[in-house]
């Protein structure tokens, strides 16, 4: 399952956030303590997630310590969706 | 004439048990502060000061987060008669290493005598001091004297006079920190009359506000203004907002809130980002303005968020507008309560290339601006062109006004303070017209990005890109776009390297994303590394940022881009 999250949350990051659609992102690259994601573009990445997957991302969640990568958002998408 | 702590003691014997200031936190039940409360807690740092051999009129920097200690420090500071600078706190995006350049950039012209923090951060802030700088006293917050009985008559901030300095507001960034707007206690007084007025304010008003301290729209609309007017203000922290910006709705609807100010941004992103089941039983028919200030206003944002949320009991004619400046205190201008801002369509192509503001003739492409308002009572504005000399109604050109709330300078600059004004009238660096007393503003003289409210210098960002490996100095541009969606600027930065090696240039880039980002807390949106002789300079070799704005648009348009 999580082979068909990560690129699409990939996809999402790169074209809508970074705005570099070719761009990779490797699993473990951080995102938010990197500042390569700001607060604004971290709720619509949750929003995304929210509406693509339906699972439920709450506001208190949005920082690093809940995740910080693809890995770990894949992850957390996933026991959310059991 | 009176000083600000002329006027808390007179609220303090007046009312001292109604509630000044609601502090609410993320999980964590509201602080209620009446005033006595608040006063109590700030006579506390107003004699740490002193303890500490600190004198009226020296400059206090406060590098404090949203909470109680940031508040009755800042009060604390003009009890005491020094004056108080409230820096924006270290955040986990920015790295500890800039943070200290920059607090070390501020201390360099600012020469506070003391700065208050945290103990966990006194580390920090003293790794940023130098040999023989001004700095004599750091002051950690579990460290300060007792509580007493509250005695104006022996604190040293009654002895200030109305025209002294009575604090100073910096911008960000390296260049902001070293320009800091100075103001007397008259010229505070003075904008709050004349706002206020404009604002119909009365005591059964409730101000709302996430904003931070550190910014002229929080720190006066959101912070002193309802303070020193005896109206209850609502504070929440602006990082609770961005996470949750749904809680200034529940705010509003619980304490029913009358006033709140946002950014344009604001309106975007409320209207887009807030889920039904957040608002669900709020109720906004409280609330008298919304006023939108401190980036281009624009109308569709206000549709959008009127659209959101009148169901919740929202009027359209709450939408308000106001422009301002920490220059002159906060508004310049305000529209007119009770009516929706008036809307100006004008002929595109006019406006691109003759830069009047026209009907559009028929079925050709038009634009609609908003107005700001007109101008509050005690200031004028006027419209003029690059020799000084005034343009007639609907002529765009630089805004400049005049008033009796200009700050008193540009503290310890004196430089930036008389180039800043033209004939005793300020030159804003911004552009607009005047059309029946209405001003519009349409774009910016001068090279500075507002992304999300705040003010972003491109000169600092293109620096921090020449640290980056590969890029060399001179050679990156930075500037803002504005973004339809999102109701403000996009940030972006272009760099030229000698590679053309499209490998090298992405890992580049991906450098200078990272670098920049950790280094401003500003996130950039687009990063495009090109190869040499992409830049366009100016014939005395200066780069031209919006000639390099323009290539950038052209080639983002041929790719598909937008």
């Known amino acids: 399952m999580t082979n068909a999250i990560l690129p699409e949350v990939e996809k999402y990051i790169a074209g809508q956030i970074l705005k570099q659609p070719g761009r990779k992102i490797a699993v473990d690259e951080p995102l938010i303590s990197s500042g390569l994601i ?43 969706k059991a | 004439m009176t000083t600000f702590t002329e006027r808390l003691s007179a609220i303090y014997s007046r009312t001292p048990e109604q509630v000044a200031i609601t502090l609410q936190f993320s999980g964590r039940d509201d602080l209620q502060l009446t005033y006595e409360q608040l006063l109590r807690g700030a006579e506390r740092y107003a004699r740490t000061l002193e303890r500490e051999g600190i004198q009226p009129g020296e400059v206090v920097v406060l590098i404090l987060q949203h909470g109680e200690d940031l508040v009755t420090s800042f009060w604390g500071t003009i009890l005491q008669g020094s004056i108080p600078s409230i820096m924006p706190f270290l955040t986990e995006k920015l790295s500890p290493e800039r943070y200290k350049a920059d607090l070390s950039a501020l201390i360099s012209i600012t020469k506070p005598s003391a700065i208050v923090t945290y103990p966990e951060f006194e580390e920090e802030v003293r790794a940023a001091l130098q040999e023989g700088d001004s700095v004599r006293s750091v002051i950690v917050t579990d460290r300060i004297e007792p509580a007493s009985e509250v005695d104006f008559a022996s604190l040293q901030g009654m002895r200030r006079k109305s025209g002294d300095i009575v604090l100073l507001q910096h911008s960000s960034g390296t260049t902001g920190l070293q320009k800091g707007v100075a103001l007397s206690h008259q010229a505070v007084f003075n904008q709050l009359n004349s706002y206020s007025k404009s604002l119909s304010i009365t005591d059964r008003d409730v101000v709302v506000s996430w904003l931070p301290l550190y910014h002229d729209m929080g720190l006066i609309a959101g912070f002193l203004m309802p303070v020193l007017s005896g109206i209850p203000l609502v504070l929440m922290s602006p990082f609770d907002w961005v996470r949750a910006p749904y809680k200034l709705f529940q705010a509003i609807s619980k304490y029913c809130g009358t006033l709140t100010w946002l950014p344009n941004f604001a309106y975007n992103f409320c209207a887009q980002k807030i889920r039904d089941r957040h608002i669900d039983g709020v109720d906004l028919s409280s609330l008298r303005a919304v006023i939108n200030c401190s980036e281009p206003v624009r109308w569709e944002s206000h549709v959008a968020f009127y659209e959101r949320f009148k169901d919740h009991g929202l009027k359209m004619e709450a939408l308000q507008t106001s422009y301002a400046m920490a220059e002159n205190v906060f508004g310049v201008t305000q529209s007119q309560l009770g009516s929706i801002p008036v809307v100006d369509e004008i002929d595109r192509e006019a406006f691109m290339t003759e830069r009047v503001a026209k009907s559009p ?56 303070t008389e ?134 648009l052209l080639e983002l348009q041929q790719s598909g881009g937008i």
């Open chain 1, 38 to 80: 700001d607060s604004f573009s971290l709720m619509d990445l949750a929003l995304f997630v929210e509406d693509t997957f339906g699972v439920r991302i709450e506001d208190t969640e949005l920082d690093s310590n809940t995740f910080d990568n693809l890995a770990q958002l894949a992850a957390l998408i996933e026991s959310r």
């Open chain 2, 361 to 416: 003739l028929d079925g050709r492409p038009s634009m609609q601006m908003m107005s700001s308002g007109q101008p509050l009572e005690n200031v004028r504005v006027k419209v003029i062109d690059e020799d000084g000399k005034e343009l007639p109604d609907r002529v765009i050109g630089e805004i400049a006004l005049k008033s009796d709330c200009m700050l008193t300078g540009y503290f310890n600059r004196p430089d930036l």
């Open chain 2, 419 to 552: 180039k800043a004004f033209h004939e005793g009238w300020y030159l804003t660096g911004d552009y607009g017209y005047i059309s029946n007393c209405e001003v519009f503003v349409s774009g910016r003289k001068k090279d500075m990005i507002i992304v999300g409210g705040k003010n972003v210098y491109p000169q600092d960002l293109e620096a921090l890109t020449y640290e980056v490996p590969g890029v060399h100095a001179g050679r990156s541009v930075a500037f803002g776009l504005f973004d339809e969606a999102q109701g403000t600027e996009d940030v972006v930065v272009i760099a030229e390297v000698d590679s053309e090696n499209a490998d090298e240039q992405q890992r580049i880039a991906n450098a200078i994303r990272l670098h920049v980002t950790k280094n401003s807390a500003i996130a950039l949106r687009y990063v495009k590394v090109v190869g040499p002789k992409w830049i366009l300079k100016t014939s005395s070799g200066k780069t031209a940022r919006s000639a390099n704005k323009d290539k950038f």
